[in-house]
């Protein structure tokens, strides 16, 4: 059993991003080619508590080195309050030849980027006639951080970044670290979150909301919003938009913006593909340049398998992390056969 921790995982993964956003895009290739298993995950609620909730993420993703595994992920939004991250994260690898596990990592980093780097395949992906140059980050928090890391990387186009948070000082001390981080980027706070989703035409939403507060009259034409939070935009404005997801079955659950919108209709005629699909296309995607675009991707455990894979042999090549023998039961002995 090979164990790695949070700062072995951020080891291997720093300066990874194009490895990162490469092993993101094969597994929605995989996805879209049938080539994967994603169970639907399974929520663990809370008696009289809202907002709290640990998710299992199961998931098999075929290739020439297939690999099966879970994420097991809690979401305490309260620890923000309290100086601590809003999620912790476990993942363990098991082998498809045994089927015995062979790796523990721990996952809120993995969790993160192969979120941000789902974005930032979006982006790169489902482009307008004129490049985006600028985004807006509602949400100052661990996953839009690293949207902007991958952001920077799929785009190095991008110049310009304006921020909005209902916390001002959590949005200043984002900016800040954004500043020191990236200091060619022009870092500008604003004041509401109407002129942060006017101020570019790539919005990414990254909140803890639960429930659906979000149109999209302030939005220029042409915008494309990365719905990471799932839950912010108002199903109305959801029905109205052109919807690319990763799966969805899996982004009409749980009562996401999506999922209130297809109880509304009756049907999902309103998500117009899969970004898995849109990847496989021979054609380059352009989007509406009048209209809104959102991208609701749900999460699929394949991508934590696909960059948890990606840092686990990183790491055996480099020699990291803590073998643990003795973790498994010992195999009983075969009986001797009997002689005559």
């Not at 192969?114 to 661990?142: F, M």
């Not at 919108?261 to 009048?290: K, M």
Request: aromatic share 4%; hydrophobic share 45%; with cysteine.
């Amino acid at each position: 059993m090979l164990i790695l921790g949070a700062d072995e995982v951020r080891d291997v993964l720093d300066g990874a991003e194009t490895d990162v956003l490469e092993v993101v895009r094969q597994a929605y290739l995989l996805h879209a080619r049938e080539q994967t298993a994603v169970p639907h995950s399974v929520f663990l609620r809370f008696p009289d508590d809202e907002r709290n909730r640990i998710i299992a993420l199961p998931a098999y993703l075929g290739s020439d080195t297939p690999v099966a595994g879970m994420k097991w992920i809690a979401s305490f939004p309260g620890n923000v309050a309290a100086g601590r991250e809003r999620a912790s994260a476990t993942m363990i690898l098991n082998s498809m030849r045994t089927g015995e596990p062979e790796a523990i990592l721990e996952a809120s980093t993995i969790s993160a980027r192969r979120t941000a780097a789902s974005a930032a395949i979006a982006a790169a992906t489902l482009t307008a006639a004129t490049p985006d140059t600028g985004v807006t980050l509602v949400g100052c928090g661990v996953i839009n951080f690293e949207v902007l890391r991958f952001l920077r990387a799929a785009l190095p186009e991008l110049q310009a970044v304006t921020l909005f948070d209902l916390d001002p000082q959590r949005a200043e001390r984002f900016g800040r670290r954004c500043a020191h981080q990236w200091p060619e980027l022009a870092i500008t706070v604003a004041e509401g979150i109407e002129p942060a989703m006017a101020a570019h035409r790539l919005v990414c939403l990254a909140t803890t909301a639960s429930r659906p507060h979000l149109d999209a009259r302030h939005c220029r034409p042409g915008t494309l919003i990365l719905h990471l939070s799932l839950r912010d935009l108002l199903p109305d404005t959801v029905r109205s938009a052109t919807n690319i997801v990763d799966d969805a079955d899996h982004a009409c659950r749980a009562a996401t913006s999506l999922d209130l919108a297809a109880r509304q209709t009756g049907n999902r005629d309103f998500i117009a593909t899969s970004i898995g699909e849109v990847l496989a296309a021979t054609t380059p995607y352009r989007r509406d340049e009048h209209g809104l675009t959102v991208f609701s991707p749900f999460g699929l455990g394949i991508l934590d398998l696909a960059v948890a894979d990606l840092a686990r042999r990183a790491a055996e090549r480099l020699g990291l992390g803590t073998r643990l023998p003795g973790f498994l039961p010992t195999p009983e002995p075969a009986p001797a056969q009997a002689t005559v």
